[in-house]
């Protein structure tokens, strides 16, 4: 029902900052939750942070938050996360995700998924 396709990872030094953008395809994107998750070698996906249709509710994970912001805009069918003051802990690659219900902190709770974007981040 919907493509995402995730772009703006890189190499960052410890301290610095990077916005990651997620483009939806699709007619209906503003139906859809959105969330982003990461995954490091070796380790489990994890939740980072999700934003409710409208944009108006958010929810981060407590290791990223004041230092990470979910946003979207509807009209671009697109959802952004500004990673600033990045740690190296930060490395991993990212993934957005749309679900069609709402609140979920679980990789279980989404149904469409990008093929993520890698993060690097060096001390």
């Known amino acids: 029902q919907v493509q995402l396709v995730e772009s703006g990872g890189g190499l960052v030094q410890a301290g610095g900052s990077l916005r990651l953008s997620c483009a939806a395809s699709?007619?209906?994107?503003?139906?859809?939750?959105m969330g982003w998750f990461r995954q490091a070698p070796g380790k489990e996906r994890e939740f980072v942070a999700r934003i409710s249709r409208s944009g108006g509710s958010t929810y981060y994970a407590d290791s990223v938050k004041g230092r990470f912001t979910i946003s979207r805009d509807n009209a671009k069918n697109t959802v952004y996360l500004q990673m600033n003051s990045l740690k190296p802990e930060d490395t991993a690659v990212y993934y957005c995700a749309a679900t069609n219900g709402g609140g979920y902190t679980s990789t279980t709770g989404y149904d469409h998924w990008g093929q993520g974007t890698q993060v690097t981040v060096s001390s």
């Open positions: 699709g007619r209906t994107f503003s139906s859809y939750a």
